[in-house]
C-alpha cells in the first residue's frame, strides 16, 4: 500500500521536446507537421520525406505534428498560437509535407500569425483536391486563399505533386512552387514490369467515408458497379483479386459488400509495400495505391475521382490510360487496359518512366537543397 502512494505522489513531468533538444545537440530537430493518420497512404508520403532528407542531412530527427483530422492522436495541431512558439524553440526547421492539405487548407495555418515562426519552413509535395472532376480546388473559405498564400511566402522552399496544384497557386500570386510528383512516387525506383500470373490483381477501395456522403451516392454506386464487374472478370480469367483497403473504415462496408472475396488491411506500411510489390497489377481510384506500385513497377490502372487524379495522370504522361469515373465505357476500358498488360504491352508507361526520371531528379534536387539551407541556418544560431 505504501508503495501504490509513492508512485500516485510522483510527479509525472513528461516533455517530448525538452527531451528530445536534451540529448541531439549535434542532431537537426525537424518539427514534420503532416497528416499521421490511419491511412497507409499518408505514411508513403512521410516515409518518402523522411527517407530523402536522411540521405542528404542524417544527423535529422524527426519529430510528428499530427496536423489533420486524425483519430488516434488527439485533436489536429495546426502551425499555429503556442505550436509557433514550440517549433521557435526547439526546431531547426519546420516541413509540413502530406499530400492533398490544400484541400480546404487541412493545416489551417493563417497569415496573421505564419510570420511570427523563426526556423526555415519548407512545403514538401502538396496538392490540391476537389469535389469531383472538373471543379475548382476545394476550400470552404475565401480566407483560405490569404492563407496559403502567405504561408507560401514565407516558407524557404515550396513544392508540389503536380501542374493542377502549381497552376493552383499561381492564380493565387506564388509562382515559385518546383513540381516535384507526390514523394510516395520516388519511395521504390523499379522499372515497369509484369509479374507472375501466379500474382494476385489488386482492386483499391473507393476513398474513406466515400458511401456515407449525400452528395457521393452516385460516384459510389458507379465505382461498386465497376469492381463488381470487373471481379466477374477476373473469376472467368481465373486470375486471384484481392481487395485493398488502406483505411480501416473502409473495411467493414468492404467485408458486407463482398463477404467472399479477400480482403486486405493493416496497420503497417510495409505489409502494403510487400503486398504491391508482389502484384501483378493494382487497379482502383485509391491514388496513393497506383503511386506507390508504379514506383514499384507495377502496372496500374487509376479510376480518377477528381483533382488529384487528373493531376497525377496529366503530369506524368498517363492521359491515354488512366479512367474518369464517369466514363461511360468505364468497365470497358479496364477489360482492354487488362488485356494489353496482360499480352505484356507496357508501352502506356513510356512517358511516365521518363517523365517519373525527370521529376524524380527534381525532387532529389530540392530534397538537397532543403537539407542545405538547414544546416546553413543553424551555424547562423
Known sequence: M???KKLIKKKINY????????GCSKNYIIHHYCPHTFNAGDHFVIRSIRKYLLKYLPEAVFVPKAIAGNRGWGEPIGLKKENIYISNKYADAVIMGGSDQYHDWS????????????????????????????TEPYLKKEQYKKDILATNQKCSLSSVR??????????????????????ALYLFDNKIHRNSDDCPVLLTFPYPLLHRQEE????????????????????REKKTPIIVCHDDRDVP????IFPKHNIFFSNYV???????????????SRLHATILASGMGIPAININLDLRGTGFTETFGLTDWNINYNDPDLSAKIRERIKRIDDNDLS????????????????????KNTAEIIRSSKKLK
Open 15 to 22: 516533455n517530448p521536446e525538452v527531451i528530445i533538444s536534451k
Open 107 to 134: 493545416p489551417k495555418i493563417e497569415a496573421a500569425e505564419i510570420n511570427n515562426l523563426n526556423p526555415p519552413l519548407f512545403l514538401i509535395g502538396l496538392g490540391v483536391s476537389s469535389k469531383d472532376l472538373m
Open 2 to 4: 505504501k508503495i501504490i
Open 348 to 367: 502506356a508507361f513510356s512517358d511516365f518512366a521518363r517523365l517519373r526520371m525527370e521529376y524524380k531528379n527534381i525532387y532529389e534536387t530540392s530534397m
Open 270 to 284: 510495409e505489409d502494403y509495400f510487400e503486398l504491391y510489390n508482389n502484384a501483378q497489377m493494382v487497379i482502383g
Open 253 to 256: 462496408i468492404v467485408q458486407e
Open 216 to 235: 457521393n451516392d452516385s460516384k459510389f454506386s458507379i465505382l461498386l458497379k465497376a469492381i463488381k464487374i470487373l471481379l466477374n472478370d477476373l473469376a
Open 162 to 183: 503536380d501542374k493542377t496544384t502549381s497552376d493552383f497557386l499561381k492564380n493565387l500570386g506564388f509562382d515559385r512552387a518546383i513540381i516535384t510528383g507526390c514523394p
